[in-house]
């Protein structure tokens, strides 16, 4: 029998809470032994059971690893112990004053002066040794985080006999090839590296120039695919380093994650043949020499539990080496005496926290200039994979604007060890900040496509500034317009060379664009000259026939604008004739006029009324066409209120729903939220009530995926999830009532609006620590939004006062306005990244193509309304459904499909076409006429 657990009570400590609610978690997972979860998480079972002790925090991957087996939530875990790990933080000591050398590097790869603290790798540098000696090529493999660069540098380098060049390939691997051969043979940088792009076999006879067998060693050699931009320069590069084996052993150090990148090259293929080595996990023991050695060396201690707790947290797990070095350096930085202790560790946020831990506590040092700036710095230290990790780049000083911000800021971030700088620039010290530190990955993952734009233009700028800035290296055509475009929506933090290159770009394009119009007046008025007498002889000849086509033309377009205005005529007192008149007249002349006059007349003779007396349409049906479901007896809208009855109907259900003051449905249909005259917000399914929600409310709105819903009250407003949809659990309450979720492009509902007097909230639903942007809305609060979807895209907001403004959320600017009604803003639809329509008080639909008006309509009062693919679905104060059908083909079709049945005379039908007795029905079999026809 398992010894029983002692009990555990709550005394009002975090820590103990923390371990209650854990086995509370495991109870609910029908309470598995310890050993039980030792098999499913390979962590010891007294580990676990220290975990749920409360006498000490255990680290993140034991908790994260505890919840898991036991089906908790990950991530709210995770942040869970955040918080309480950095409450301990700050009541502990502050780190000790660092007094002479730490035994570990930290973040950095050990480079050849560290060859006397680098431990745990003595094997494979033997076995590295034998191999060099043996083969005058060999690739070194290994995973990001598995210490290539440090067993190169300090392991392997001090080992060798004669002269080593140590490089890095950078953006340009034969410049720097170059510069650490003419450094090492005293001679000049610029002409040695034209000697080698002109004879590449010639590296082998400036290597003899060399004392003793020289042995190249190139580390992070994946740079010159994620680094190196030029395909010629990469190949010359790989050709003269094949080249050098003639007189030096070469050496390379890559990512193993471009093992398929190397076997591009033949060249390189040929040479790796037999002559690989991979570097592995290390072993226990090693780890316990790689923790234990360079203590030692420093005369310091390490806890045996710390050792065995890092070293099971090591062991088997990739890429964990910088986060274990780094996780040292800061126990020492806080260890007792010198003895680096368990609880140290802890203090420093554990082996997955600690390096995260570290760069938040630089950022938020940062005010909000500085902070703008850092984010800058690190997406431009980042390079996007394609098919690989995302990896760090580095960057020349040239690259980086002076300023006293920006120097605050690199000091600060040099001085933590999280970028490196050095004579040739600045990097990201090591890319396991890249996988570690939470905010620079949601940096990276955010608009992605935009900063692959950004690179293109860093790299278009520099290649411009090489050239002397030269004209010819501007920016041309399709490339400048796609880089302007996306500089001016986004505004992005570009540096004042790349500012200066995209100016000169559309400078020079604006330049040509009328120089081309010059020279093509002078060319119009050289050959309408040369031309003219061709042709007055020509006109004369053919005025006959062209005013006869004219004439005809004329009398076409003069019927299509006369049907036009009859279906106008028509529509409020038999809009189904108007919407067939319409068609015909569409169909004699496609203008504005006569498409206009379809999508009204159409919208006019296929509404439904959807509700009874007494009743409002909460929730528009998701159908192709309300009209043709309604004849199948399908019920024309989803849910129905009734504020008088304080209850809400959902046809297909047999008893109204508890609350009609507002209510909202899921996508789905499968849950309905409801508002009654209290306030109170309930939750229901077709098979009854599922939850009442604690407060006072007056609106509800479902989350795309309908895991998240939001209830909106006076003065704020809150999410809550629905992931058990019995006890909805809430997730955050923010400032500002009258809150609307919003999508963006991957259709996830990331976005929410609140409204606090005139001040709009605006916040990513990722983050509601606080508002994104915070706008001030002229005239006081809005009574409309709507969301036109981007990176980060527009808002849009209705006021009392009939305009309607669009609002960049980049930056919180106004960038358009506009009185479009006579009253309030009553509805607002968006559609996609320009389109958008609004309506008023006054009956008028606008529709929009962001800033420009496209096209004006008029109906009853509209309350509700949405955009349905290509058509705008709008709900009026009697329930009546529209259908605006914005392709004039699907409006075409409605009138064929929907509007039938209609019995006129041919007299009459002519009689509105002007006189056409020739011109039949546009759908044929709907519009009944007599086969004899009388001409008018």
């Given at each position: 029998?398992?010894?029983?657990e002692?009990?555990?009570?709550?005394?009002?400590?975090?820590?103990?809470?923390f371990?209650?609610?854990?086995r509370?978690?495991?109870?609910?997972?029908?309470?598995?032994?310890?050993?039980?979860l030792?098999?499913?998480t390979?962590?010891?079972?007294?580990?676990?059971?220290?975990?749920?002790?409360?006498?000490?925090l255990?680290?993140?991957?034991v908790?994260?690893?505890?919840?898991q087996?036991?089906g908790?939530?990950?991530?709210?875990?995770?942040?869970r112990?955040h918080?309480l790990?950095?409450?301990?933080?700050?009541?502990?000591?502050?780190?000790?004053?660092?007094?002479?050398?730490?035994?570990?590097?930290?973040?950095?790869a050990?480079?050849?002066?560290?060859?006397?603290?680098f431990?745990?790798?003595?094997?494979l540098?033997?076995?590295?040794?034998?191999?060099?000696?043996?083969?005058?090529?060999?690739?070194?493999f290994?995973?990001?985080?598995?210490?290539?660069?440090?067993?190169?540098?300090?392991?392997?380098?001090?080992?060798?006999?004669?002269?080593?060049?140590?490089?890095?390939?950078?953006?340009?691997?034969l410049?720097?090839?170059?510069?650490?051969?003419?450094?090492?043979?005293?001679?000049?940088?610029?002409?040695?590296?034209?000697d080698?792009?002109?004879?590449?076999?010639?590296v082998?006879l400036?290597?003899?120039q060399?004392?003793?067998?020289?042995?190249?060693?190139?580390?992070?050699?994946?740079?010159?695919?994620?680094?190196?931009?030029?395909q010629e320069?990469?190949?010359?590069?790989?050709?003269?380093?094949?080249?050098?084996?003639?007189?030096?052993?070469?050496?390379?150090?890559?990512?193993?994650?471009?093992?398929?990148?190397?076997?591009?090259?033949?060249g390189?293929?040929?040479?790796?043949?037999?002559?690989?080595?991979?570097?592995?996990?290390?072993?226990?023991?090693e780890?316990?020499?790689?923790i234990?050695q360079?203590?030692?060396?420093?005369?310091?201690?390490?806890?045996?539990?710390?050792?065995?707790?890092?070293?099971?947290?090591?062991h088997?797990?990739?890429?964990?080496?910088?986060?274990?070095?780094?996780?040292?350096?800061?126990t020492?930085r806080?260890?007792?005496g010198?003895a680096?202790?368990?609880?140290?560790f802890?203090?420093?946020?554990?082996?997955q926290?600690?390096?995260?831990?570290s760069?938040?506590?630089?950022?938020?040092?940062?005010?909000?200039?500085?902070?703008?700036?850092?984010?800058?710095?690190?997406?431009?230290?980042?390079a996007?994979?394609?098919?690989?990790?995302?990896?760090?780049?580095?960057?020349?000083m040239?690259e980086?604007?002076d300023?006293?911000?920006?120097?605050?800021?690199?000091?600060?971030?040099?001085?933590a060890?999280?970028?490196?700088?050095?004579?040739?620039?600045?990097?990201?010290t090591?890319e396991?900040?890249?996988?570690?530190?939470?905010?620079?990955?949601?940096w990276?993952?955010?608009?992605?496509?935009?900063?692959?734009?950004?690179?293109?233009?860093t790299?278009?700028?520099?290649?411009?500034?090489?050239?002397?800035?030269?004209?010819?290296?501007?920016?041309?055509?399709a490339?400048?317009?796609v880089?302007?475009?996306?500089?001016?929506?986004?505004?992005?933090?570009?540096?004042?060379?790349?500012q200066?290159?995209?100016?000169?770009?559309?400078?020079?394009?604006?330049?040509?664009?009328?120089?081309?119009?010059?020279?093509?007046?002078?060319?119009?008025?050289?050959m309408l000259?040369?031309?003219?007498?061709?042709l007055l002889?020509?006109?004369?000849?053919?005025?006959?026939t062209?005013?006869n086509?004219s004439?005809?033309?004329?009398?076409?377009?003069?019927?299509?604008?006369?049907?036009?205005?009859?279906?106008?005529?028509?529509?409020?007192?038999?809009?189904?004739?108007?919407?067939?008149?319409?068609?015909?007249?569409?169909?004699l002349?496609?203008?504005?006029?006569?498409?206009?006059?379809?999508?009204?007349?159409?919208?006019?003779?296929?509404g439904?009324?959807?509700?009874?007396?007494?009743?409002?349409?909460?929730?528009?049906?998701?159908?192709?066409?309300?009209?043709?479901?309604?004849?199948?007896?399908?019920?024309?809208?989803?849910?129905?209120?009734?504020?008088?009855a304080?209850?809400?109907?959902?046809?297909?259900?047999?008893?109204?729903?508890r609350g009609?003051?507002?209510?909202?449905?899921?996508?789905?249909?499968?849950h309905?939220?409801?508002?009654?005259?209290?306030?109170?917000?309930?939750?229901w399914?077709?098979?009854?009530?599922?939850?009442?929600l604690?407060?006072?409310?007056?609106?509800?709105?479902?989350?795309?995926?309908?895991?998240?819903?939001?209830?909106s009250g006076?003065?704020?407003?809150?999410?809550?999830?629905?992931a058990?949809?019995?006890?909805?659990?809430?997730?955050?309450?923010?400032?500002?009532?009258?809150?609307?979720?919003?999508?963006?492009?991957?259709?996830?509902?990331?976005?929410?609006?609140?409204?606090?007097?005139?001040?709009?909230?605006?916040?990513r639903?990722?983050?509601?620590?606080?508002p994104?942007r915070?706008?001030?809305?002229?005239?006081?609060?809005?009574?409309?939004f709507?969301?036109?979807t981007?990176?980060?895209?527009?808002?849009?907001?209705?006021?009392a006062?009939?305009?309607?403004?669009?609002?960049?959320?980049?930056?919180?600017?106004?960038?358009?306005?506009?009185?479009?009604?006579?009253?309030?803003?009553?509805?607002?639809?968006?559609n996609?990244?320009?389109?958008?329509a609004?309506?008023?008080?006054?009956?008028?639909?606008?529709?929009?193509?962001?800033?420009?008006?496209?096209a004006?309509?008029t109906?009853?009062?509209?309350?509700?309304?949405?955009?349905?693919?290509t058509?705008?679905m709008?709900a009026?104060?009697?329930?009546?459904?529209r259908?605006w059908?914005?392709?004039?083909?699907n409006a075409?079709?409605?009138?064929?499909?929907?509007?039938?049945?209609?019995?006129?005379?041919?007299?009459e039908?002519?009689?509105?076409?002007?006189?056409?007795?020739?011109?039949?029905s546009?759908?044929?079999?709907?519009?009944?006429?007599?086969?004899?026809t009388t001409?008018?």
């Amino acid at each position: 029998m398992p010894r029983r657990e002692s009990p555990l009570e709550r005394d009002g400590s975090a820590l103990v809470d923390f371990a209650v609610d854990l086995r509370l978690l495991r109870d609910k997972a029908n309470a598995p032994t310890y050993r039980e979860l030792a098999r499913r998480t390979h962590y010891s079972a007294s580990a676990l059971s220290d975990a749920a002790g409360g006498k000490r925090l255990p680290s993140l991957a034991v908790t994260r690893a505890f919840v898991q087996a036991c089906g908790g939530d990950e991530d709210e875990w995770e942040r869970r112990w955040h918080s309480l790990a950095a409450e301990e933080r700050n009541a502990t000591p502050a780190p000790c004053e660092e007094s002479g050398e730490p035994p570990y590097r930290g973040l950095p790869a050990y480079e050849v002066a560290d060859a006397d603290r680098f431990f745990g790798r003595e094997k494979l540098v033997a076995d590295l040794e034998r191999r060099v000696a043996r083969n005058r090529f060999l690739a070194v493999f290994g995973p990001s985080g598995s210490g290539k660069s440090s067993v190169l540098r300090a392991g392997l380098v001090p080992r060798l006999p004669g002269p080593v060049l140590l490089f890095t390939p950078g953006a340009h691997p034969l410049e720097e090839l170059a510069v650490r051969l003419a450094r090492a043979a005293g001679l000049s940088a610029p002409s040695v590296h034209g000697d080698l792009v002109a004879q590449p076999d010639d590296v082998a006879l400036l290597m003899r120039q060399l004392d003793g067998e020289p042995v190249l060693v190139v580390d992070q050699f994946e740079e010159i695919f994620t680094l190196c931009q030029d395909q010629e320069e990469r190949e010359r590069f790989l050709t003269v380093l094949l080249a050098a084996r003639k007189s030096a052993r070469v050496l390379i150090g890559v990512r193993a994650d471009f093992y398929g990148r190397c076997g591009v090259h033949a060249g390189l293929v040929e040479a790796m043949q037999d002559a690989m080595v991979t570097v592995g996990p290390m072993t226990p023991d090693e780890l316990r020499r790689c923790i234990v050695q360079p203590a030692r060396a420093a005369q310091c201690t390490v806890d045996n539990a710390l050792v065995a707790t890092l070293v099971s947290e090591v062991h088997g797990h990739a890429g964990m080496l910088p986060l274990l070095s780094h996780a040292l350096l800061e126990t020492w930085r806080r260890r007792q005496g010198n003895a680096l202790t368990t609880a140290a560790f802890q203090n420093t946020g554990g082996l997955q926290g600690a390096l995260a831990q570290s760069a938040d506590a630089v950022f938020d040092r940062f005010d909000e200039e500085e902070q703008e700036i850092a984010r800058a710095l690190f997406l431009r230290l980042c390079a996007l994979g394609d098919g690989t990790e995302d990896t760090k780049r580095r960057v020349a000083m040239a690259e980086i604007d002076d300023g006293a911000a920006m120097t605050t800021v690199l000091e600060s971030l040099t001085a933590a060890r999280l970028v490196t700088r050095t004579r040739e620039g600045v990097e990201i010290t090591h890319e396991a900040l890249i996988r570690s530190w939470p905010r620079l990955r949601d940096w990276l993952a955010h608009d992605r496509d935009g900063q692959r734009l950004h690179r293109e233009l860093t790299e278009a700028a520099a290649t411009w500034e090489r050239h002397g800035r030269d004209r010819g290296s501007l920016l041309r055509g399709a490339r400048l317009e796609v880089l302007a475009d996306w500089s001016w929506e986004t505004n992005p933090p570009l540096n004042s060379n790349e500012q200066a290159f995209l100016d000169e770009s559309v400078a020079a394009d604006e330049e040509e664009y009328a120089r081309t119009q010059r020279s093509s007046r002078r060319s119009r008025t050289f050959m309408l000259l040369q031309g003219a007498l061709a042709l007055l002889i020509v006109l004369m000849l053919g005025m006959l026939t062209f005013r006869n086509y004219s004439d005809e033309r004329a009398g076409t377009v003069s019927r299509a604008n006369s049907a036009a205005a009859e279906a106008m005529r028509l529509v409020g007192t038999s809009p189904e004739l108007a919407a067939h008149v319409a068609l015909a007249g569409y169909q004699l002349d496609k203008s504005p006029a006569t498409r206009d006059a379809l999508i009204q007349s159409t919208a006019m003779a296929t509404g439904v009324v959807a509700g009874k007396d007494g009743e409002k349409v909460a929730e528009m049906p998701h159908t192709p066409s309300v009209r043709q479901n309604v004849a199948l007896g399908v019920a024309a809208a989803d849910l129905l209120t009734n504020q008088a009855a304080d209850t809400t109907r959902v046809p297909g259900l047999g008893k109204p729903l508890r609350g009609g003051v507002q209510a909202s449905a899921d996508r789905e249909r499968r849950h309905f939220a409801t508002v009654d005259r209290e306030q109170v917000v309930r939750l229901w399914s077709s098979g009854g009530e599922l939850a009442t929600l604690p407060g006072r409310f007056s609106g509800s709105a479902f989350s795309l995926d309908g895991q998240t819903l939001l209830t909106s009250g006076d003065t704020s407003t809150a999410l809550w999830s629905l992931a058990d949809p019995w006890a909805p659990r809430l997730l955050a309450t923010v400032p500002g009532s009258r809150g609307v979720l919003s999508t963006s492009d991957t259709m996830t509902s990331d976005m929410l609006i609140t409204v606090e007097g005139a001040v709009i909230h605006v916040w990513r639903t990722a983050d509601l620590s606080a508002p994104l942007r915070d706008i001030t809305h002229p005239g006081g609060a809005p009574v409309s939004f709507g969301h036109l979807t981007g990176s980060p895209g527009f808002l849009l907001t209705g006021g009392a006062a009939g305009e309607v403004r669009v609002w960049s959320l980049h930056d919180g600017r106004e960038r358009h306005a506009v009185t479009a009604h006579s009253g309030p803003v009553t509805a607002i639809a968006a559609n996609g990244q320009r389109q958008w329509a609004s309506t008023g008080d006054d009956g008028r639909v606008f529709v929009w193509d962001l800033f420009k008006e496209a096209a004006e309509f008029t109906s009853d009062k509209i309350v509700k309304m949405e955009f349905h693919g290509t058509s705008l679905m709008t709900a009026g104060e009697d329930t009546t459904l529209r259908q605006w059908h914005l392709d004039p083909q699907n409006a075409a079709n409605a009138v064929c499909n929907e509007v039938s049945g209609l019995r006129i005379s041919r007299e009459e039908w002519n009689r509105y076409l002007d006189g056409w007795p020739q011109l039949t029905s546009p759908c044929p079999g709907n519009l009944v006429l007599p086969t004899t026809t009388t001409r008018n």
